[in-house]
């Protein structure tokens, strides 16, 4: 009777569980999709997980780079190293090693070219002012000056003369070099006079802008000629009348279509007679018969504002601006940062002459660096140089390198970013894109070969006072559009596309020490890969202090790009950046280079705008995991989603068990002391917590409101 009666249960409860129908799912506020048939890239591992190091002040590379510091910059667990170059935004020449030869050794000055011969470790390397330079505005300290307008007429700015038709093998007509002037408001303008250096322009042709700002020349302004625009250059003081009536403008150019090529008395060296050189320039109108200059002449940045085509990168050795320290390469390489993977090496374009690029190839060779990628300037849109001169500069360099040794890679231009898009003034066809007008010079030049990388930066919000909550769904949308512009101006789609550097902003504000910074680093790495791109380099790895700057202070916020926050007497500890990316490189990413493949992965989670506000990001690692990024970008709202897997045209819960790891405000909290102390402190300030979802929860689970989440499948 008992076993009969056991029988009976066994038969009811079968019968019980076959009316009940499949066991209802948990509650999920949408669906993660993740489409198993459409693999959108594969990568080897950390090497597609890089990070940036750049230039510091005088005596804080041994700050900095200490022992203990080196340990916790590798624990990010990041692979590849780009090495940033801070003196090609500061107007700088740069001495990679302090040894090596002067043009002009017995007044040591001139032309320099580092030594390719190894020595002893040096530790640390320097830029040096260019005392012919152009710009008031640089991208680096912007402590310097043009010497165009600096009120002394024994100075002088001269172009590069590797852009004169002796090196570039093109008529000066085809790409002239210029000058621009821009004064703070629009002012009545009939007469130019120059104070000219040796060689002058023998022909030069003098326009004023008709859009809103010839700095970003992102409307339909075009630079129009003066009624009396073509001049022919006498050298001497000049002065020419360029309208017989006074027009209003604020941005004034000056392009000069041909030179002298005479050089100063004495001179053996044919790069002195090649280019233009000015001493002193004046603008403005006559007034009751005499010349009204609306120039400010000042040795500071308080003259007004030039802009210059190029700057010629002679200097002497007591032009060394210690401000400007990099770390060498023998203790980058020994500090085990790059973890053995080649490192990206800079060259400087703008700043810098081909003979010296051969020697840094031949230097780096002899030390036997795995160096494989040459990156050719650093952000040449951001002083305004024209696509064409840095594509004939590249040319050089690339040449020059290459002649050493053939296996280099080289790529730029290094973008900074400026949204909507990088742009330069309209050619003579009308073309403003500056990437287009770059592949084109290369095309003409026949150098295509030597473009094996596309590099830019990607800061996407300039404005670090917006509520991050109206910003951070934009990010992935900004990236898809902007790499979409370059594809359609002429980018070609087979070349890699690498972000050299990367970070919620350009500027300084608290939001990058805090969870939605966090959030744009990490998905930044993460995004760009499903988009096809290569590889990325996250920017702050070195620890830094919190400060403001310009931008911030309306809304009094102190920020840093940074993993680690400077504290008390330089003692470190880790901000919310630091913990994002061993989410990515330690829990996303499985350790190594092994192989990952990536797939379409969507999320209908999304705003009143229609944004994702839940992204999320899939790989297959190489020990047959699936892992998936999840970020919540709801400031407010707890989100609970369901991991789903397409495959062909059958949908289906993730199988099995999940190890979740978690970030967000339970772990991390910024709180600012508004320029008191060390700029604020995080408190808390733990790590991710790590926990199981199990199979009953069918790959269901909850995201914190800004929170960063790594969900890992068995294979």
Known sequence: MAALAAVGLWLGSTVAMRGAGPEPLPHADGIISIEMDNPVNKFDGHRAMGVGVDGLEENEIDRVWSPPNVQAMKSAGFGPVSYRLRTELGVKAWHWNPHGTWSQPDKEQGYWTSSSEPAEDYGVSYGYRLPRRGNTIDQGKNSGHSRLNDGDVDTFWKSNPYLDAHFTG???????????????????????????GTPYATRFKVQYWTGRDARFPVDKGTWRDFPQAVQQGTGGTQTVRIAS????????????TADSNTAPAGSRDIRDRLGVAVREIYIGQQQGGAFLDHVRHRTSQRQTVM????????HSKDDIDKDYEHASFERLLASGITKDEPMMVPVPALYGTPDDAAALARYLGKRGYPIKRIEIGEEPDGQLAQPEHYGALYVQMAAAMRAVNPSLEFGGPGYQTTLPDWVHWPDDKGVRSWTGRFVSYLRHRDAMSDFDF??????????????PAGT?????????RLLKREEDAGLPAEVPKVITEYGYSSFVGQVELELPGAIVNAETSAMFLAMGGESSYFYGIEPNWVFQDEVGEKCDTRGNLMLFQFYDEWEIRPVAAYQAARLVNHSWLEAGTGSHTMFQTTSDVRNAKGQELVTAYTVRRPDGKLSVLLFNKDPKRAI??????????????????LELDQYSAEQYKWNPSHGRGNGGYPDPNDPPVSTSVGTDRHATITLPPYSISVATAPG
Do not use: H
């Open 170 to 196: 093109e008529p000066d007509s085809l790409n002239p070099q210029w000058i621009m002037v821009e004064f703070p408001q629009a002012l009545p303008m009939d007469t130019v006079r120059f104070d000219w």
């Open 245 to 256: 009536t006074p027009i209003n403008a604020q941005y004034v150019r000056i392009l000069f």
């Open 307 to 314: 802009w210059t085509s190029s700057t010629d990168p002679w």
């Open 454 to 467: 596309f590099s830019f930066e990607w800061y996407p919000f300039d404005n670090v006072c917006a509520d």
């Open 472 to 480: 951070l769904p934009q990010n992935p949308e900004l990236l898809r």
């Open 640 to 657: 609970t989603v369901r991991l789903m897997q397409e495959k062909d045209g059958n949908s289906q819960v993730v199988k099995g068990g």
